[in-house]
């Protein structure tokens, strides 16, 4: 740079400082001296090279060209909605501004101003970013503390039931999804959150897992106690005492149902073997059941025809107590009808009594509830647990004994609470005939009872 030997040539000095410009960032330590000598030796180049003036000037109008169009587009750099784009732009314009070279002295000072307003526009964007970022992560954090919260149960949960683990599987997954949307979150608070979270996570899938490993060991013993039931199933299936084996057998259904999964490629074969022999004793009932259906049409056939009895002799009005009596026992003494006939069947004698006991002449309306009352308990006792369903009928009927004298009583009470007026009066009636009406309800229920204990 101090040499006055014109051997030196201009493109020789463009060569060191295109090798200056390749060389790359140092450390920031050192940059700012780095640079400040190799600027001064630069304009000592040009200060003492008189030889070379024109050209140094021509080289800093070409410079100072090249630094304005940096300045244009650091100033569109603040039009630039990607921010972080826009910043990444700017650092390597400052690059670039730095190794093109100087500039005429009098436009140093405003190229520098106008350029460094442009970068100052650039950053100030990056504050309200930092600013809005700030914001957001806060906001983040906030929902995020929530999530980690909500994951907090899934830490103490506890079921032996498949199904109600995948539910809940499926509501952490569920979170986890929601996690992962939210963003980031502030540097600081970042680790504590995490941590709660993904723990809770970690800890309901090793709980999970625990339990299906469980669940394996307890398959193989439900396999051995399901092997055990079709031990049981084979023994029965050729018995022929069919309403006592058949409940056996729903006992073992029953306890097939109750035992739990086993190892999934047992369940098919071990159910199969056990579906067999409770297939088997069933079909062999319901072939049994088949020539018994046929005595069953009989009744029925049977039972139609008193019914045409009864209402025969209702319609002529010639019946009597004794042939009613007749007539309901060899009704109740026929047998079963099919099953398909027997609420038609019961519809029907029903309505076949009914009328033979409203036709009746010269009897009282008590005598006719008593045979009402008498016709219900032959019905009751003639069917499966006669006495709990008579017990059941009692208890029934003095439930609503009590309840009918409380509404009386309770209506009464009311009564002695309204004033003397017309609208007060209009209320006293429709109390006396709710009244009225229940006392007529209480002696009939209570009939019914005093015939019911008597029949019993």
């Not at 670039?96 to 002295?105: A, L, R, S």
């Not at 399901?226 to 005492?241: G, P, W």
């Not at 049994?288 to 009005?317: F, H, P, R």
């Not at 045979?371 to 019905?379: A, D």
């Amino acid at each position: 740079m101090d040499s006055d030997d014109p051997n030196i040539s201009f493109n020789d000095f463009k060569e060191f400082q295109n090798e200056w410009k390749a060389i790359g960032p140092v450390p920031p330590a050192y940059a700012r001296t780095l640079w400040a000598n190799y600027n001064a030796l630069v304009d000592r180049f040009y200060d003492h090279r008189n030889i070379y003036f024109e050209l140094k000037e021509l080289d800093r109008k070409k410079n100072l060209k090249l630094k304005l169009e940096l300045c244009e587009k650091a100033e569109q750099l603040s039009n630039i909605d990607n921010l972080p784009e826009a910043i990444k732009a700017l650092n390597e314009l400052h690059h670039e501004f730095k190794h093109i070279g100087p500039v005429p002295k009098d436009d140093q000072e405003p190229l520098w101003q106008r350029f460094k307003a442009a970068s100052d526009a650039v950053y100030d964007n990056r504050k309200g970013f930092v600013e809005q970022l700030k914001k957001e992560l806060e906001k983040n954090l906030v929902l995020k503390e929530e999530l980690a919260e909500k994951t907090q149960e899934f830490v103490v949960f506890d079921t032996d039931r498949i199904k109600e683990w995948n539910v809940k599987t499926k509501e952490l997954l569920e979170l986890q999804k929601k996690w992962e949307a939210v963003g980031g979150l502030p540097r600081a608070k970042a680790k504590e959150v995490n941590k709660k979270f993904w723990g809770a996570f970690k800890t309901f899938f090793h709980n999970k897992g625990a339990f299906f490993k469980k669940l394996d060991g307890q398959r193989e013993t439900n396999l051995e106690e399901k092997r055990e039931l079709v031990t049981k199933a084979e023994e029965l299936k050729e018995s022929t005492d069919w309403n006592k084996t058949a409940d056996a057998f729903k006992k073992l259904q029953r306890e097939w149902r109750e035992i739990g999964p086993v190892p999934e490629k047992y369940r098919e074969s071990v159910y199969q073997e056990f579906k067999k022999a409770c297939d088997h004793f069933f079909d062999q009932r319901r072939n049994s059941q088949n020539e018994a259906e046929k005595e069953y049409v009989g009744n029925y056939t049977q039972k139609m025809k008193i019914c045409d009895e009864l209402n025969a002799a209702a319609s002529t009005k010639e019946g009597s107590l004794e042939q009613l009596r007749e007539l309901q026992n060899s009704f109740n003494s026929i047998g079963f009808v099919p099953r398909k006939n027997i609420s038609e069947t019961k519809k029907k004698y029903a309505e076949a009594v009914e009328a033979y006991i409203a036709s009746l002449e010269g009897i009282s309306q008590d005598d006719r509830q008593k045979l009402k009352v008498e016709e219900e308990i032959n019905k009751i006792s003639s069917g499966p647990n006669a006495g709990q369903r008579i017990f059941r009928k009692e208890q029934s009927l003095r439930h609503q004994i009590g309840q009918v004298e409380n509404d009386i009583s309770v209506w009464k009470n009311n009564m002695e609470f309204f004033a003397s007026s017309k609208t007060a009066d209009k209320l006293k009636n429709e109390f006396q005939e709710k009244i009225d009406a229940a006392n007529i309800e209480l002696t009939r229920l209570k009939n019914e009872l005093r015939i019911l204990r008597s029949v019993t």
